[in-house]
């Protein structure tokens, strides 16, 4: 199922975002007004809704987001439609429900545009109770551990809020479309040479019921899922280094 996208009207030609931050969306209609108020001047901000029936992508339009709709279930599905029709050079991911700020991705795109790394993530500091339930902490630290076994990367987190050039995103020609596509982006920069950093953003607890870590059948899916991507072979030609 392909990507739709609408837009809000304008009398005059939309001009060219600096940066396109892809927000994947399921029925996250409380938490969209302060995640859209966040989004740096000059950035576009690309809702993607995943079937919401909460009125989601009415909100995100209702304030200036340009909204993608993706019939396909599944968090890789949202983010990769948002990717698919991104225009800028430079892509951020961000969760939409409120628990990080798209603000703090400035420092993220400023390393990229720079060139002193080619995907910068962000390693969550929870604040607050509940901001990142014990389970899921505990299954980040075994996923990373796994991760530097796999690839040889020293990272601390697989969160989603990241930044990197579309086009050489594109060209890791990632499949995943569910909860491993975050950890398969990763994997697969690894395996092309990309250098790879992380920084410290602060975690706070999420606006709405989590669809993945907030229940065992969403973080069995995620492990099985994580699993699967990790069994990839390290060495894959076709890919841009």
Sequence with gaps: MRAVTSSPSSPEPPVPASVDVVLPCLDEAAALPWVLRRIPPGWRALVVDNGSTDGSDRVARELGATVVHEARRGFGAACHAGLSVATADIVCFCDCDAS???ADLVPFVHEVRTGAADLVLGRRRPRGRGAW???ARAGNVALARLLRR?????LRDLGPLRAARREELLALDLTDRR?????QMVVRAADAGWRVTE???PYTPRTGASKVTGTWRGTFQA???MNQVLQEPAAREGVAS
């Design 100 to 102: 990080l700020d798209p």
């Design 223 to 225: 492990v099985r899922d």
């Design 179 to 183: 909860s491993g596509y975050p950890l």
């Design 199 to 201: 920084h410290d953003v």
């Design 150 to 154: 796999r690839t040889g990367l020293r």
């Design 133 to 135: 339930p014990l389970h």
